[in-house]
């Protein structure tokens, strides 16, 4: 097993990576939507959010050798799930054709008071 310890942004002392690469597949941790460089939440409401954990995804991806292509399975956590035709959209700004199979849960609180945290499994590309 290979632990990938980059990633755009990982809690301060939090006791995990933020992916782990094993017999060719990448388990990306839940990302919220932290800013990278402040690592203060997005503003914005949902969209932003969503987006931002998105890119904070790409960003995790990249760190492993990984494209959103190449991304077998993500799951959405929503604290609201009247957010989910809006995360929908920008959702599909990462996964315009032939999106991964996904799974969103609707969850009492996310870490931070975030909205929204999406986690993926992605295939190693050869």
Do not use: W
């Amino acid at each position: 097993m290979k632990r990938v310890l980059d990633g755009p942004v990982k809690a301060a002392g939090a006791p995990y990576s933020p992916a782990v690469e094993a017999n060719g597949l990448v388990f990306v941790s839940g990302q919220v939507p932290l800013h990278p460089e402040t690592r203060k939440v997005v503003e914005g409401g949902i969209e932003a959010q969503a987006r931002q954990a998105l890119q904070n995804l790409r960003g995790t991806l990249d760190a492993a050798g990984c494209a959103p292509a190449d991304v077998l399975k993500t799951t959405i956590f929503l604290t609201n799930m009247d957010h989910y035709a809006a995360v929908n959209a920008v959702y599909a700004e990462m996964f315009p054709t032939d999106p991964p199979a996904r799974t969103a849960v609707a969850v009492a609180a996310l870490p931070f008071g975030v909205l929204i945290e999406v986690e993926a499994i992605a295939a190693k590309p050869n």
